[in-house]
T-cell receptor, first 114, second 112 residues
Framework: EAGVAQSPRYKIIEKRQSVAFWCNPISGHATLYWYQQILGQGPKLLIQFQNNGVVDDSQLPKDRFSAERLKGVDSTLKIQPAKLEDSAVYLC????????????FGQGTRLTVV | KNQVEQSPQSLIILEGKNCTLQCNYTVSPFSNLRWYKQDTGRGPVSLTIMTFSENTKSNGRYTATLDADTKQSSLHITASQLSDSASYICVVSGTAGYALNFGKGTSLLVTP
């Protein structure tokens, strides 16, 4: 079974630039999560989708971050404009249905904002 | 507020030794608790998942325990190996649909 795919693996941008990350969850998984993990800390939920609907985006900085999952499969997370404090690993995870089922993580995208 | 606290923050042990990591949580209502291993530069990988009725679960040299009454869990690693060096993250979820609540992790270093 293929795992959660993310791209790119690494990205370096200047502050105020825009960046987009892509995630393809495990086939059949209805729930998709985007997490931000700052060095030395545990992942912080940015947004949780159930199919193509948003379940929780309470910690998403909506003035600069946006995410979509238009067809209920793959998802894109965008930052515009980026700030230095956005430097982190962005993890995508998926689960069959909700948080009571196993969540599988992708390798993450390491973003460096300079 | 749902919280997950892990201790110690970091740990250094000699290869072959055992160690125990702790997780205390205040998540309510409780659905399940998971332990993940995260190698540097990689995404977390699940080690164990336990529901309310489960007290212990093993995965090879990893054994997790859960006391739902005191809201505590531990992860015991037996006969540690160099490859066990990683961050171990405790994750607690409420009933279906609630977010996963992550601890900050315990960074384990196993030295020769």
């Amino acid at each position: 079974e293929a795992g959660v795919a993310q791209s790119p693996r690494y990205k370096i941008i200047e502050k105020r630039q825009s960046v987009a990350f892509w995630c393809n969850p495990i086939s059949g998984h209805a729930t998709l999560y985007w997490y931000q993990q700052i060095l030395g800390q545990g992942p912080k939920l940015l947004i949780q989708f159930q199919n193509n609907g948003v379940v929780d985006d309470s910690q998403l900085p909506k003035d600069r971050f946006s995410a979509e999952r238009l067809k209920g499969v793959d998802s894109t997370l965008k930052i515009q404009p980026a700030k230095l404090e956005d430097s982190a690993v962005y993890l995508c995870a998926s689960s069959l249905v909700g948080t009571s089922t196993e969540a599988f993580f992708g390798q993450g995208t390491r973003l460096t904002v300079v | 507020k749902n919280q997950v606290e892990q201790s110690p923050q970091s740990l250094i042990i000699l290869e072959g030794k055992n160690c125990t990591l702790q997780c205390n949580y205040t998540v309510s209502p409780f659905s399940n608790l998971r332990w993940y291993k995260q190698d540097t530069g990689r995404g977390p990988v699940s080690l164990t998942i336990m529901t309310f009725s489960e007290n212990t679960k093993s995965n090879g040299r990893y054994t997790a325990t859960l006391d739902a009454d005191t809201k505590q869990s531990s992860l015991h690693i037996t006969a540690s190996q160099l490859s066990d060096s990683a961050s171990y993250i405790c994750v607690v979820s409420g009933t279906a649909g609630y977010a996963l609540n992550f601890g900050k992790g315990t960074s384990l270093l196993v030295t020769p």
